[in-house]
Every structure is written in C-alpha cells, then in structure tokens.
C-alpha cells in the first residue's frame, strides 16, 4: 500500500530525514518509535503533504501513485489521513460542517452519493458513541476550547467518520490519561481490517499495550536503524534507545 | 485657491444654481448650506481625515442631478414586510411596497414644513470630522427629506429603506433620511444601498435622533455598483439610557466613504457599531467610526472586521472620545482584518482620547493572513484550497454576522459575502 524508497527531507538547510526505507501493506499496523527529533513528526508531515518540507530525495508511492506529486486534500480524498499531534483550533468552521465536506470529499472521490444531513447525522452519532463525545461537540468550531483529550478524541473521530485506507497517528497517545487512551485506542481498534494500513508514531510503547503492532521500526536521526516485531517496542521500553544507535554504529 | 481646486466646486455651484429655484420654501438653509460645502471644499492632500483616500477622481468627474424622472431601477426583494424606496434621493410611493407598520409615521420635507417641523434639524449640516463638506453639499442639493418618527413606546416592525438611483444612467444624487425615535420606542430599520454599474455618486445622510429608553437598530448594507463612488454621513444623537445599534455590511461601490458618528448626550446612552468591509477587485472603502461620551455612564463598542482582496484597499479609523465629566463610562474598540492577497492594503488606527479619570477603555487593531495551520489542516481533511480559504474567510467574517439578529438581513448579507468570496477566491491565479 505504502513504499517508501530512501527518503530525504529538510526544513530550510537542516536535514532531518536521511534515508527513510519502508514498506506498508493493506492491513498491518506499524508503529515507528524513536526519541525526540529522531524525525517521526517530518515523517508523518511530509506524507500527508504540509508545506515547508523540501523533499530533496526518495520516493514515496501510495497504492501505485506518485504520492508527494500530488496536493494535500488530493491525498486526503484518496483515502490518506493523518491525526495531528497538535489538532488545530479553528474558531467559526463549525465540526459538523468540516465532518461533512470532507466526508462527501472523499465519497465523492470513490463514486459513492453523498450523505443527506439525515444520514450523515446518524452515521456520525454512531461514531460519536465509540469515541464517547457529547455531540454537542458537533456544533463547536473545530477543536475550538476543547481539552488536549478531546482534540485527540475528535482526530480519531474525524478517522472514523472518513474511514481511510492508510491512517497516519502521530504521537496520537501524547498528553492523554489512561482513559481517554483506552478510548482513542478503542476507536483505532475499530478501524483495523485487511484493507487498511495504520502508521503510529509514538514516543512511548503505552499505546502499543492497547494497539498491537504487527511492525516495530526504530527511527533515529532521520533513518530506520531496527524494525522487529512488537517485542522490540517492550525492549526499548525497558532498555531505552542507545543500544539501537550503538548497534547499528557497530553494524 | 488654485484653478484645479475651484473647478469642481464651480460645477457643483452651477448645479445647485440649476435645482435652487424649485426649493424656494428652503432657499435660505440651502443656500448657506452650499456656501459650508464651497468654504470647505473637496480635502486636500494633508486632509487628515482623508491620508488614505484620494479624492481626484471624483473631483474630475462633472455629473449632473439626477432628474427624478427617469427610468426606476429594478429592485432586489425587500428585507422587510414594509419598503420605502428613494430613488437619487426621491421618495417613490410607486416602488415603495406593504403598508408601514405601527408606531411609524413617514413625511416627506414639505408635509414636515408644514407641520412647523424645524428646518435646522431637516437639512441640518454635521459639524467637523472629513464628511462635513459633503452632509453639507447634501443639504444643498437633495431633493427631499425622507422624515421617519417613531412613536413614543412603539415597537414597530422592521422597514426598509431602499436607495437607488436611475437604471444605467450616470449622475448623482443626494438622498437624506432622518429618524426621531421618541420616548422607549424600539425599532428595527433596513438601509440598503444597491445600484448597477453606470458611474455616479451617492451622498446620503443619515440623521438618527435617539429618544429617552428608545433603542434604534439599523441593518446597513452597502451593495452598489464598482463605479459608485458612496459618501455617507450616518449620525446618530443619543439621549438618557437611549440606544443605538448599528450592523454594517460594506460589500460595494468602488470608492466608498462613511462618517459613523455616535454622540453620547445624556448618562448612560449606549452605542453597538459593528460591522463587516469587503475591499476586493479594486474597490476602495474607508470607514471612520466615531463616538463621543459626553455623560456618565455611557457605554460604547466597536467592532469591526475588515477583508481586503485583489487590488482591493480599506481604511478602518475607529474614534473614542470620553469627555470631561462622562465618569464611569465604557469604551471598547476592536477592529480585525485580515489580507487574502498580497496586493490587497487594509489601514487602521483605533483612537482613543479620555478627558476623565474613571473610565474603562479598551482598543486594539490587528492585520493578518489566514491561517497557514489552519488552511493545511482543512486540506488534509478533502477540503480544497478554495473551500478551505472560503471556510476560514466566512468564520472570520462570522464573528462579526453572528451578531446581527435579523435574519433577512443576515441571509442577505451572508449570500452577498459568500458570492463575492466565491467570486474572488476561484478567480485567484
């Protein structure tokens, strides 16, 4: 689904993906943990297309296409998405408006009719339950006022509601309680299936004990130095990340 | 005064001379009053209250009066049950529709003569700020006085007041409305302003005499042609616990000029101005909000939003004197504007004088783009750039419409605002 070939990326001079390698199939979980400005938040940036990376090597293809040719809402439609680390606010866009437009983005972009507010109201109340939100968050601006949770709660419910093929986490369990954890892991519990792929990147391998990972990859310094099963993820828990680095100096 | 300076002002005499003989009932007041327009003449380059809108155009543009008689334009649907139409400044009974509500009475400037009503206050000429000159070129030259009173403890319905000019025909015209609202009455009064494309000048007045516990609301929306040039003097005078409420909606003419003025007379007289400005293509709008506390207790808030486009240009200056003696008074002031484009200019200078010591006042100004987070957030969603820039253009303008509470007023402005955005958003390079 997802094939990534020796990625290099920089912000202005600083370079800070190296040479990323990675291949994600229809219906695996990957997690990519690293330590901070090992390069996971770029990662996950430059796929979903922000401005201000310059990608100055590598490949990325998404189902057969060129992914980094194409615009932002373009990769959105064709089922990509990603949950910020840091959602934004944005007072006056109402939550039910921007849940419906990029819903009917995407459907429309699969040939399916767009919902009517009936059913787009049934089918998000639904979703709503899952992730446990009032819905009275539905007529709010955008993450506008809501806590850290929440806006980590409507990430994932804004991913529910659009169902992509290929989710991106990033650092989606940051700033969350163990309950709000248990819920957000429940909604991206609810989406795994053979025809999905879901990338987490996570600093700490907490969310790995509610979401299992089938791939394991170590990110430093703008590489993957180590990818294993998700018993890597409890080893680095235990052993922190040196012994990566120094292994793979040695190697 | 150079020959370029007197040229106008000899064509504007040349045309008050045309019109003067068939006001003989108000010659006098008319006459002084061009005398205040010729004395002030069109502002000069250091005119302070004009540093960032040039008038020269104008000045060389030689339209002539309206004649009344002339082809009625086609009007849009009315926002209220009940519509008066003026026409260059002219009441028409024939394109006026519903009957008007209760606790309202319209006169026209003779039927109010007759009655013994004051022609200081009819064609009365504000005094100081940029305007002056033109409330005093409109005392001269209009054609009528649209004189509305609102009954003491009237609730009335809402009205509107059309404001147009002859279909597809150049010139000017002059229109002047006045509003006595009396003692604890309220009510809810439409000014629109529409026209097409033909190239002409509209100077209005608007006089709005606010009563003891009376409250006026009025809906202002600008939506004339690209090649109107607009000038408008709107002023109200606020009496004991007295309150204006004014939403303003700037979405034409190619230059546009409005002197909104709030004066605060007795204790604890209260102001709402707020409004919205839209300056794409190239049109040019320049509003100054003026309010002055002259009482305890008064309360005044500001609250505009501006959007600049294309080559488009706006001017916000917002004003707040607290006099000597208006103890305990409010003053809020607040103006946002936001730049869709890099060619598009928006100036503002929020003002505050305080001639008192125990007072609460409060300005601020700022000047941005949208959101870059923002706008990548909503495409990382599905959403286009165009419906993202939209969406985030029409929440920002929203603050500002969420306060109207009329909503025929606020669908017209909101369909208005989104055809235009529209317009400008998918016509960007």
């Known amino acids: 689904m997802l094939s990534i070939r020796d990625l290099h990326a920089q912000i202005g001079a600083r370079k800070i993906l190296k040479g990323i390698n990675l291949e994600v199939g229809a219906g695996e979980v990957h997690a990519i943990m690293g330590p901070n400005g090992s390069g996971k938040s770029t990662l996950t940036s430059v796929l979903a297309g922000r401005e201000g990376y310059e990608v100055t090597a590598g490949k990325v293809e998404y189902l057969g296409q060129d992914l980094l040719a194409m615009e932002p809402e373009d990769r959105a439609r064709a089922g990509v998405f990603l949950a910020f680390q840091y959602p934004v606010e944005i007072p006056g866009v109402n939550n039910a408006y921007l849940l419906k437009a990029a819903l009917n983005a995407v459907r429309r972009q699969r040939g399916l009719p767009e919902l009517d507010a009936f059913e787009f109201l049934a089918m998000v109340r639904e979703k709503m339950q899952l992730m446990q939100m009032d819905e009275s968050f539905l007529n709010r601006g955008v993450n506008e006022g809501f806590s850290g949770g929440e806006k980590k709660r409507n990430e994932i419910l804004q991913m529910a509601v659009l169902e992509p093929k290929l989710a991106l986490l990033d650092e989606t369990d940051s700033g969350l309680d163990i309950d709000a954890l248990r819920v957000v892991a429940n909604g991206v519990n609810s989406l795994r299936g053979a025809d999905r792929a879901i990338v987490l990147v996570t600093h700490y391998q907490r969310l790995l004990d509610y979401i299992e990972p089938d791939v394991v990859h170590v990110l430093s310094d703008g590489r993957i130095l180590k990818s294993g099963d998700k018993s890597l993820a409890l080893e680095l828990e235990r052993r922190g990340y040196d012994w990566v680095r120094q292994e793979a100096r040695v190697a | ?429």
């Open chain 2, 1 to 429: 005064m150079s020959a370029a300076v007197a040229e106008p002002i000899a064509h504007y005499r040349a045309a008050f001379d045309a019109v003067r003989a068939g006001h003989a009932a108000t010659a006098a007041q008319r006459a002084a009053a061009f005398e205040r327009f010729a004395a002030l003449g069109f502002p000069g380059a250091r005119d302070e209250s004009w540093k960032y809108t040039s008038l020269r155009r104008l000045e060389a543009r030689r339209f002539p009066v309206r004649d009344e008689a002339a082809s009625p334009p086609t009007l849009p649907a009315a926002l209220a049950g009940h519509r008066i139409a003026a026409i260059d400044g002219a009441h028409r009974a024939d394109l006026s529709t519903g009957t008007l509500p209760d606790g309202l009475r319209l006169r026209k400037l003779a039927e109010a003569q007759a009655d013994g009503e004051s022609l200081g206050a009819l064609l009365r000429v504000p005094q100081g700020g940029g305007t002056e000159r033109f409330g005093a070129l409109n005392a001269a030259l209009c054609p009528d006085v649209l004189l509305l009173d609102v009954a003491a403890g009237a609730a009335a319905e809402p009205l509107e007041f059309v404001f147009a000019s002859a279909a597809a025909e150049p010139g000017m015209s002059h229109p002047r409305l006045v509003i006595r609202a009396a003692r604890g009455s309220t009510s809810r009064i439409v000014l629109r302003y529409v026209g097409d494309d033909a190239e002409r000048l509209v100077n209005s007045v608007v006089d709005v005499e606010v009563g003891p516990d009376a409250a006026v609301h009025l809906y202002r929306l600008l939506d004339t042609g690209s090649r109107t040039f607009h000038i408008e003097r709107l002023e109200a005078t606020v009496a004991q616990r007295g309150a204006v409420v004014v939403h303003d909606a700037q979405l034409g003419a190619g230059l546009a000029r409005l002197d909104l003025n709030a004066r605060l007379v007795a204790p604890e007289a209260a102001a709402e101005l707020t409004g919205l400005f839209l300056a794409d293509g190239s049109r040019h709008l320049d509003t100054h909000v003026r309010v002055d506390h002259l009482a305890v207790g008064t309360r005044s808030l500001q609250d505009y939003r501006g959007i600049a486009a294309g080559r488009g240009r706006a001017v916000f200056n917002g004003k707040s004197v607290v006099h000597e003696g208006a103890q305990q008074s409010q003053a809020r002031q607040t103006s946002r504007n936001l730049l869709l484009t890099p060619g598009a200019e928006i100036d503002t200078k929020p003002e505050l004088e305080i001639y008192a010591d125990d007072v609460q006042c409060s300005h601020g100004a700022t000047t941005g783009q949208l959101d870059a987070a923002a706008l990548f957030y909503l495409r990382s969603r599905g959403l286009t750039e165009i419906e993202a820039r939209s969406a985030l253009t029409r929440a920002f303008a929203g603050a500002v419409m969420s306060r109207i509470d009329n909503a025929a007023f606020a669908a017209a402005v909101r369909d208005a605002l989104d055809a235009r955005l529209a317009q400008l958003l998918e016509s960007r390079p």
